[in-house]
């Protein structure tokens, strides 16, 4: 069956590869669990989570079948047709949800584009076109688009592209009093992360995120949520907004959602969906039974009690040691974070440095993720075992011992 391909290696990235990633030296293969293989067979315990998108894992069986038996059916139609996967999946996502209605995509990018896209439509349709800015964090990550750049609130990533999007300003995160500085009859939507993901793992204060909710009600803008990083499960509730009790009119979902597989979601309210009526918005893929059906495996399994309730202790697990490590070494000044989204911010002496961490875990066949130059970021498998936390953890420690002592 399988035709013989030629061997290829992380040298040829640089031949063939547009330079605007740089990829650790080895080539992953294969995962099972909280596993990954490389060419050469070294073993890596994954403390990354494809950036907290593998959320049951790697090859999960659940997610396997459901991937293969929907690949012996049906792969595309368009939406020229809708299909049963689409539909099973939005009902789970709308009976678990503030939501009545869903839309699906490919990426979290695609899903914040259609957040903003809705919330300027809603505005333009009930209050006419005065009514089109958007408020966001200072920091905050919404996606790779031109829009979604626009909208994050990190100039390295939206500078140099010529003119952005206009309308869009950007207020300090987790002040309520620069928000409330910032909003007017004008602003048709305040965009929030839960939890700043790339922006370094920093939670919302509740305190924050209810009075953003007001502010909103009092000068008819849109609350945005996304959580493309901090969705489905990842806080140890299957949407963060949960966790805080504060429901927006607009949620963005992706990573987790497909377990893996891409996928995203904007969810949303009735009355708001209605203002993308037909040929209004759309994508090719948005949809797609393969995607939709690695979807409803994955929210099968996450939407229950154990996995939600394991996501706490496991989180537990890992605070305690981190903090332990943290102290030992000196690296780290705080442990953040909220269930299995965690940040340890480095210290004074090792600010700048995530990137040596990175590379000195990946010696010791460990991998993590970084989230800028200054936080140490984990976003396992929910469902990872404990001995497994346990032995990257040990590897963690080589890790963080060998560089702090030079
Ligand atoms: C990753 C991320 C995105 C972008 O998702 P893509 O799938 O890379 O387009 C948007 N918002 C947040 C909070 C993210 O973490």
Redesign the pocket.
Known sequence: MSVEQAPVQRADFDQVMVPNYAPAGFIPVRGAGSRVWDQAGRELIDFAGG??VNVLGHAHPALVAALTEQAQKLWHVSNVFTNEPALRLARKLVDATFADRAFFCN????A?EAAFKLARRVAHDRFGPEKNEIIATVNS????TLF?VSVGGQPKYSDGFGPKITGISHVPYNDLEALKAQISDKTCAVVI?PVQ??GGVLPADKAYLQGARELCDKYNALLVF?E??TGMGRTGELFAYMHYGVTPDILSS??SLGGGFPI?AMLTTEELAKHLAVGTHGTTYGGNPLACAVGNAVIDIINTPEVLGGVKAKSDRFKARLEKIGQQYGIFSEVRGLGLLLGCVLSEAWKGKAKDVFNAAEKEDLMILQAGPDVVRFAPSLVIEDADIDAGLDRFERAVAKLTQG
């Open positions: 950036i907290a990426s979290g990018a695609e914040n990550f919404h996606g790779r979604t992360e993901g790339e996304d493309v990083q992706a990573k995203g």
